[in-house]
């Protein structure tokens, strides 16, 4: 099973800061799982396979946009002050 998260921002400063701000989960996920999240212009890519089952599928979707909401929360506390 495969999905592929496609969110557009309106400048690539925006989405290179949320791409930076949800790629360590790149790197912790476990064996059973690959995610890859790039930048690309003003999109950020967040690719997942796994071959367990859909329920780790949607869990790992479920993580990564609460972490995406978390950081352009985040961003707009910053642009606030």
Known sequence: MEAKIILEY????????????????????????????????????TEMKTKEKLSTLIATIDDLLFCVSTAERTLQVIKEK
Request: proline share 6%; charged share 15%.
């Open 10 to 45: 309106k400048t690539s400063k925006i989405a290179l800061a949320i791409a930076h701000a949800i790629s360590p989960d790149n790197f912790s996920a476990p064996s059973n799982l690959f995610i890859k999240t790039i930048r690309k212009n003003t999109q950020v890519l």
